[in-house]
């Protein structure tokens, strides 16, 4: 074999992966998984030289309780987004998942405030007018980069989601100017980028002309599986959610900022198996069975190279046994 087909062998190989979209969304996703792991190492670490251990023990509980607001205010469509984005009006999926998650987000959030004094009493400061508008704004805003998220993901843009998380990463310079709000300064500065990220999602989402628009119908298609989806969800994430508020309720600020850490540490093993799973997840849902795909890759198509050879060979040796034998007949 020549030089030029030993490295253009490894190229063609790299060039199917990336006309996969199995394999670029994976790819993306995991990149996009990585960068946030990256973004919230510096977040924590400037934070930790900016606020005190217990601001930074209090505000990992109160980011906690921000993802368990977004855990049960979801109702299941974000993976009904997936599911469904192909088959139905994709206005009507992206309109009705925001408008319904949104809402049952500003009731969450709103609920959680006003019972601080019960769940987290380190958070009494929610129940002020200004801190509680604040933090229903975030949690609105937490919501629909989440929603817009996982359009992108239906859509097969995982380029999209991951420039979604590019904004969001502005919550690392935020961290200056906001220092002088203490515990909310970092909550605040999180705010931020779900606030860029969302805003900026929503403007590619309304480029492509998508009408967003609520429709009942969905609801009712989809309802099976979201409630489904909805109830999976809760039993796999929210104890991790639930423990940082359990920690800081039982150990204080500061073991409730270490044990966050390490939880987050602890979450990178996932980023790889969790990336291929959405993406086999959103292959399925455009019709592509995983049989199929499976035929398809590279490894599958190597083999099929292999076994071609000989197989070409007994043809061909048969075929020449053919012709001998007619030739000895003949004469």
């Known amino acids: 074999m020549s030089f030029d087909m030993r490295i253009r062998s490894p190229l063609c190989g790299i060039a199917r992966l990336a006309s996969d979209s199995l394999y670029r969304n994976s790819i993306f996703m995991a990149a996009t998984s990585l960068f946030n792991a990256g973004c919230g190492f510096f977040f924590w670490m400037i934070a ?27 109702l299941g469509f974000d993976t009904s987004i997936i599911r469904f984005y192909p088959s139905e009006e994709r206005g009507s999926v992206i309109g009705t998942s925001l408008a319904v998650t949104t809402a049952a987000c500003l009731l969450a959030g709103l609920g959680y405030a006003l019972a601080a004094d019960l769940l987290a ?7 002020e007018p200004g801190y509680a508008l604040a933090f229903l704004l975030i949690c609105a805003a937490n919501s629909a980069a989440s929603v817009t998220a996982s359009a992108f993901l239906a859509d097969r843009r995982a380029d999209g989601y991951l420039m979604q998380n590019l904004f969001m990463a502005l919550r690392i310079p935020a961290l200056l100017p906001l220092a002088v709000l203490g515990v909310f300064g970092i ?20 480029r492509e002309g998508l009408r967003l628009r609520v429709d009942g119908g969905f609801i009712r298609r989809s309802f099976g599986f979201s409630a489904w989806s909805y109830i999976s969800s809760i039993l796999l994430t929210a104890p991790t959610l639930i423990l940082p508020i359990m920690v800081l309720n039982m150990l204080g600020e500061a073991e409730a900022a270490k044990y966050y850490i390490a939880m987050a540490i602890g979450n990178l093993v996932l980023i790889i198996p969790s990336s291929l799973g959405t993406s086999l997840f959103v292959e399925a849902s455009h019709g592509q069975g995983l049989r199929a795909w499976l035929n398809k890759t590279p490894t599958t198509e190597n083999s099929e190279r292999r076994m071609a050879g000989p197989r070409a060979n007994a043809a061909t040796t048969k075929a020449q046994r053919r012709t001998k034998k007619g030739a000895s007949f003949g004469s």
């Open 187 to 206: 909550f605040g500065s999180a705010g931020t980028g779900y606030t860029v990220a969302s805003l900026f999602s929503l403007m590619m989402l309304k």
């Open 121 to 127: 009493p380190q958070m009494l400061f929610l129940r």
């Open 48 to 74: 930790a030289r900016l606020y005190t251990v217990e601001q930074v023990g209090l505000a990992t509980a109160l980011i906690s309780s921000l993802g368990l607001i977004i855990l049960f205010s979801r």
